[in-house]
């Protein structure tokens, strides 16, 4: 029953993800600090994943992106990296507007991003804020993922990765290219993925090594 999802979620009982459908997100924002700074903008494109076939591909027809609306406009500086201007963001979509457009976009589906923590603070503070609620969505952090199936690479930034593989992009540090970038790094890594995972909940195991892994590289018992 959906009315009770609420209240194992709560109780760390939420039920395991079973569909095909995940989201791949990147946010831009005013600076780094997860506390203060301000959610500008979201981009996110679906991918979807076929088990028993053991691929992954992006549908580009299912993607999302918004710029939130801003009061006051950031730094210059900060405008300058990721290209939305002052006038942009005073145009905006209002945030509870946007973070409830975004809601309804990913629905159940579970959510990856590269250091998906900062993603998934930005999203959650602003969605409790102007929604009375965080996304209760499973996340998948890309550059754990990465950390596990390719151990001898020593790579920490995204730009680190799109080096080792290759990757190009025409635009760094806009939500959009860079969530593009991101699908094209999961699928660059992927077959070493499905060789250890037949489900999501398998991909969160795999992700959550990465703590075992971190700790011996630093010489961690």
């Known amino acids: 029953m959906r009315w009770l999802e609420p209240i194992r979620r709560a109780l760390g009982h939420a039920p395991a993800y079973t569909g095909n459908r995940w989201v791949m997100l990147d946010v831009e924002t005013s600076g780094l600090d997860m506390r203060h700074d301000r959610l500008l903008a ?17 549908a580009l027809g299912d993607s999302f ?5 801003q009061d006051e406009a950031s730094s210059k500086d900060n405008i300058l990296l990721h290209g939305i201007g002052a006038q942009m963001q005073r145009n905006g979509m209002p945030a509870a507007q946007a973070l409830q457009a975004f809601e309804n976009y990913v629905q159940d589906s ?3 991003a590269f250091h998906a923590a900062f993603d998934r603070s930005m999203i959650n503070r602003h969605a409790r804020q102007h929604l009375g609620h965080g996304l209760p969505n499973p996340w998948v ?41 991101e699908c094209d790094l999961l699928q660059r890594i992927w077959p070493r993925v499905a060789a250890q995972c ?24």
């Open 198 to 221: 037949s489900s999501w909940a398998d991909v969160q195991r795999l992700a959550a090594q990465h703590r075992w892994l971190a700790r011996h590289r630093d010489g961690g018992g």
């Open 110 to 112: 579970p959510l990856l």
């Open 141 to 181: 952090d890309v550059d754990h993922l990465c950390a596990v199936t390719h151990e001898q690479v020593r790579a920490r930034a995204l730009d680190d990765w799109m080096a080792h593989f290759g990757i190009r992009c025409a635009v760094r540090h806009q939500a959009a290219a860079d969530t593009l970038v």
């Open 42 to 58: 979201i981009a996110a494109i679906a991918l979807r994943v076929d088990w028993q076939r053991r691929t992954l591909s992006v």
């Open 65 to 69: 992106e918004v710029v939130v609306q």
